[in-house]
């Protein structure tokens, strides 16, 4: 939990019990018997949905433990990827982002990231 006031562009934010990336962070002014409110605009680290609030800088948000780890792909089942991670070698499926989909293949290293118990492969290795 943090204030709002110290957030950032950039960072990480729970917004709707989903993970998000701050693309926009606006201040107004305190009004006459009110406090300074702040607006943040972020998409969801999973869906990629935009997402808002707007409430007093004093308030508290959650911010999300965000994991970073890189995996090496063991095969490909239809649209997904089957991982192993390279420091743990737990093994575990993931959908392939369509971004990514003539990238993925089997042998490549992948690098994905990891928030609120959900995994998402985020870029190749390379």
Do not use: W
């Amino acid at each position: 939990m943090t204030e709002i006031g110290k957030l950032k562009e950039g960072r990480f934010v729970v917004i709707d019990d989903e993970p998000c990336r701050i693309v926009g962070f606006s201040t107004s002014a305190p009004g006459k018997h009110g406090h300074a409110k702040a607006k943040v605009d972020a998409i969801g680290i999973f869906d990629s949905q935009k997402r808002s609030i707007v409430r007093p800088t004093s308030a508290k948000v959650e911010v999300p433990i965000i994991e970073r780890g890189g995996a090496q792909v063991l095969a490909i089942i239809a649209n997904n990827a089957q991982l192993m991670d390279l420091t743990t070698y737990e093994t575990f499926e993931l959908p392939i982002p369509m971004t990514l989909r003539g990238e993925v293949r089997e042998g490549v290293e992948v690098e994905y990231i990891q928030a609120l118990g959900r995994r998402k492969i985020e870029r190749v290795k390379g």
